[in-house]
């Protein structure tokens, strides 16, 4: 027997959410769109690269892709054609908290796409020449990484606020540590973090709720409850290494990228934070591009993000700028700052950011792809379902004055970390 959940209604009467937890504590969740001929379907750990020690530090991310390299059922080949054949596509993703694999297909390939994903899942086979093969694969990705400064500064960034946690892991890992990695080591990760409650399946578009259980339960019927697992450690983050850090490197553009610990995914001001940030360096009309790159032309790529784990956050702005203008530019970037803490946010730009974040969101709703995505990481997060009209409302609900209060909480350069990289 399964526990099922009520049904949601989300956006419209014709398209409804349901969850449904199968005996083995496994928890499928869908979206039904009747008036789409697609299906988005993803199998979601819960486990990413702050799961991992450091010796570990790689382990989610490689598996991932070592998932792809042969099963007992299919060669590599055959799984590169398993859903393209039939105009799909197959792909995987790790996160610091999550690793997903998923797949696009028409609604009538959907047992087909089922088939493959937990084909990946649960037997691969992990042949050690395929990891001889895969570690120069995934060492070639990290040095294509290290040679791109604007993605890489963000590894530093965080390895700055988190210098004693796991958060503070790039989720690559390390060449060291890929060298190391043998087939036992994937093994026994599969063992500790992929049983049934560590696991969602999640599926959006033009899906029977009970076929999709049907399917779940027949494809992980032989999962059963793990008897120990390891736990995610919360909390204890450690003090962030606060202050300017530089290195130089053969650039020919300096690099910044500064900010704090931000909020978790459940704290009461996110969405105060979300409408900050995209005011503040989410856009073309953002104040940041408006200011560093419209008025003044010191960089093509400024912003600012926001990411919420768990139970912490982060907070960063970017800037590339010649090497000559990087006092300039955070300077700039500093008089935004103060201004959205001193300065109380006009009507007229609150409202219009409050419908920027609108749009994006209810643009995303035509693809299959986003909304399966929300589904399995709202599971993970909140084991419910966020509807969209939730977020909307709560997002119309936050004042000026919540902005403020963000601002002055979070938004201080005298505790932020910073790393610039300047051209050698």
Known sequence: MAYRANPVPTQRADAHYEKTVLDNGLRVVSETIPYVRSISLGVWANVGSRDET???????HFLEHMAFKGTRNRSVK??????????????????????????????QHVKKAMDVLTDLILNATFDQAEVEKEKLVVIEELKNVEDNPDDIIHDYFEKALFPAHSLGFPIIGTEANLRRFQRDDLRQHVRMHYHPSNLVVAAAGNIDHQMLVRLSERA?????????????????LGSPRRGVTEYTRPISQAHVCLGTIGYSIKHKDRYALMVMNTLLGEGMSSRLYQSIR?????????????????????FGAYVGTDRN?????????????????????????????????????????????????RLGSSELYFESFQSVDTILKRVDAVTAEAITRVACDLLDERRFSTIIFRPS
């Open 220 to 236: 992980f019927r032989r999962l059963r409850p793990a008897r120990s697992s390891a736990k995610r450690m919360v909390g204890l």
């Open 54 to 60: 450091e010796p570990q530090n790689g382990i989610s």
């Open 294 to 314: 419209e008025r003044y032309g010191l960089a093509y790529a400024v912003y600012s993000y926001a990411h919420m784990f768990c139970d912490t956050g982060v």
């Open 325 to 373: 203008k990087v006092d300039d530019s955070l300077d700039l970037i500093y008089r935004e700052l103060k201004k959205l803490r001193t300065k109380p946010i006009p009507h007229a730009e609150l409202d219009r950011t409050k419908s920027q974040i609108k749009g994006t969101m209810m643009l995303g709703l035509e693809s299959m792809s986003n909304r399966m995505m």
């Open 78 to 107: 055959e799984i590169a054609q398993s859903l393209e054949s039939v105009g799909g596509y197959l792909n995987a993703f790790t996160t610091k908290e999550q690793t997903c694999f998923y797949a696009r297909v028409l609604d």
